[in-house]
């Protein structure tokens, strides 16, 4: 793990600079694929109903919100960027709030969500545990928690054959060549969120994306532990 001295203001910068707008747009066909099997599968694991009530925790630029087209949609993210992108995306769909999913404010510990998204989060924050912490205190104890999170070190050998046949920058111009070298507090991957997890969550059903072969990302779903 690294340490930062202002998380917020690291924060937004780091928005800025990896402005997800424009990584989903101009980024290599194949990681807009993986980015949107991703979601589809995150969309499929939530199965939000008209009146469930949902939060997307670190929601970004609301690239997830607005996909999900139904229920009572809420999103909170820190960085002050991030949330005028997604104002300009869903406009009245969803309430957007500035806040830390590792230490949400009172407006949102006062509900109770049916369904809860937390996606490519955990590895960005000074403490994730505090995060599933968090995301406990505001579920119901039926509420369905998806949460998906980096295979960074599977990432990085990829990565590593890219750099060593000298092609890294050509086919992934925007992205650093380790991810932990800047926006990735954390290096992720399915022992260490069962690590964070453990005695809060229960996994129900673990999706790789984009496959069992080449699994880049996982997609938890979870339940709170009893």
């Known amino acids: 793990m690294r340490l930062v001295e202002n ?5 937004d910068e780091m928005s800025r600079k990896y ?11 194949f990681i807009r694929w993986v980015e949107s099997l991703r979601d589809r599968l995150i969309l499929k694991a939530l199965d939000v109903g008209p009146l469930d009530h949902v939060i ?5 630029a609301g690239h997830l919100l607005s996909k999900i087209g139904s229920g009572r949609l809420t999103g909170i993210d820190l960085s002050e960027f991030s949330l005028e992108l997604a104002k300009r995306r869903l406009g009245n769909q969803a309430e957007l709030i500035k806040g830390d999913v ?12 049916d369904k809860i998204a937390c996606s490519e989060v955990l590895e960005h924050v ?4 505090k995060v599933i912490e968090e995301m406990v ?5 039926n509420s369905i928690m998806v949460i998906s999170v980096p295979n960074e ?14 092609i890294f920058k050509f086919l992934f111009p925007t992205i650093p060549q380790r991810n932990t070298d800047e926006w990735h507090l954390w290096d992720f991957n399915k022992a260490l969120f069962e690590r964070v997890i453990a005695g809060k969550l229960v996994i129900t059903r673990t999706k790789r994306v984009p496959s069992v072969l080449l699994p880049l990302r996982f997609v938890f779903v979870c339940k709170r532990a009893l």
């Open 7 to 11: 998380f917020e203001q690291w924060n």
């Open 19 to 29: 402005n997800i707008d424009s990584y989903r747009a101009q980024s290599h066909w």
């Open 56 to 60: 997307d925790l670190g929601c970004g």
């Open 102 to 113: 590792a230490a949400l404010p009172a407006s949102v510990l006062d509900r109770r969500f």
């Open 126 to 129: 000074p403490d994730p545990g």
């Open 137 to 141: 205190s505001i579920a119901k104890p």
């Open 153 to 166: 070190k599977l990432i990085d050998f990829m990565k590593g054959i890219f750099i060593r046949l000298g």
